[in-house]
């Protein structure tokens, strides 16, 4: 079985994505498939009649979409991101540099109306319950797998890194509500120290920038990440969201636990993982708690990397594609 997947964006962009790609390349090697990966860029030098199935990472642009049409190989389409709400935060941020954002809200509304029926007839999944709800998607869902073999190597390769006071991380990229929750996180932490003889430092990672100061730190994107996030006490999330993005799963593999807000179809539990928020004024009175006795958070991270395991491993989410790749080639023999 030989599976083409096809990335709809440049090679230079930066996030989840590319991550996803990755591990999903490993999910079908494990279930026996060839795999090969293309920008698409390169589709017009591709004879994509030669694969079994096409697996496309977010909307690609007309002339992709005709040349899919065109091979009559079957297609599904996976979303990572909540395409309307990630383009009108660039918009927002920066309306004259992030004018082609309008072209990809006019490139979605197509797929709704037209592309998603006809060229993957209605073959669609999503990486997460709420993702399928903010893109508005009759979707499967199924979560990205984290590749545990790739941060063990990575992080056998990390230098000590000396810290004088409990260390918190956080990382964000474009998503609207990750942006908007540095302020909101800021402020936490500093209600935090106000009333805590031990100091909390929030390192912050990602497409986030604003001034340092004796508590807050931005470091923007760092190949060194996974370091800083080994040797961290917790994570703190500063927004709703359920969705277990790969900066998570990665602190709960290394044992470092979470402290985040609820959000709508939550996997993880207050008091087991990490923190789980309703609202400020538990978060920061939970924080002053683990800042005072930090020794809890060893049981929490614990209790992740185990949770993480057994539901992110390449098996599990492998065994989730299974019959979905099973139909999609039956649908090519049919043919």
């Not at 390349?25 to 030669?50: I, M, N, P, W």
């Not at 996976?78 to 992030?98: Q, S």
């Not at 669609?124 to 979707?139: G, P, Y």
């Not at 931005?218 to 500063?238: E, H, N, Q, T, V």
Request: net charge neutral; charged share 25%; aromatic share 8%.
């Amino acid at each position: 079985m030989k599976i083409a997947m096809i990335i709809p964006f440049d090679p230079s962009t930066r996030g989840g994505v590319l991550r996803a790609v990755k591990s999903q390349e490993v999910v079908y090697r494990y279930l026996g498939a060839e795999v090969e990966t293309f920008y698409a860029s390169e589709l017009d030098r591709t004879d994509l009649k030669g694969y079994d199935i096409i697996h496309v990472h977010g909307p690609l642009k007309v002339g992709g979409l005709l040349k899919i049409r065109k091979s009559g190989v079957p297609a599904v389409l996976t979303v990572h991101g909540w395409v309307i709400n990630e383009a009108l935060t660039a918009l927002r941020m920066d309306p004259i540099g992030n004018l082609h954002y309008i072209l990809r809200l006019l490139n979605w509304a197509l797929h709704m109306l037209i592309f998603i029926r006809i060229v993957y007839r209605g073959r669609i999944t999503t990486v997460s319950e709420i993702t399928r709800k903010m893109n508005h998607l009759d979707a499967i869902v199924i979560h990205n797998a984290l590749i545990t073999h790739e941060i063990d190597e990575k992080v056998s390769k990390c230098q000590e890194i000396g810290k004088n006071c409990l260390t918190a991380v956080t990382y964000v990229s474009i998503g609207g509500s990750k942006v908007s929750s540095i302020p909101r996180l800021v402020e936490i932490v500093e209600k935090v120290n106000r009333k805590t003889s031990k100091r909390l430092r929030l390192l912050v990672f990602g497409d986030a920038r604003g001034y340092d100061t004796d508590n807050v730190k931005f470091m923007g994107y760092r190949d060194d990440f996974l370091c800083y996030l080994k040797s961290a006490d917790i994570m703190i999330l500063g927004y709703e969201m359920s969705e277990l993005g790969y900066a998570i799963l990665e602190a709960g593999y290394l044992g470092v636990p979470i402290a985040k807000f609820r959000g709508e179809y939550e996997e993880l539990e207050d008091g087991v993982h990490g923190i789980i928020a309703d609202d400020e004024d538990y978060m920061v009175q939970r924080l002053r708690e683990f800042t005072k006795d930090p020794s809890i958070g060893s049981a929490w991270g614990e209790n992740l990397k185990d949770y993480i395991i057994k539901t992110r491993s390449v098996d599990v989410i492998g065994n989730r594609w299974k019959p979905l790749i099973e139909e999609l080639r039956q649908s090519y023999q049919g043919n």
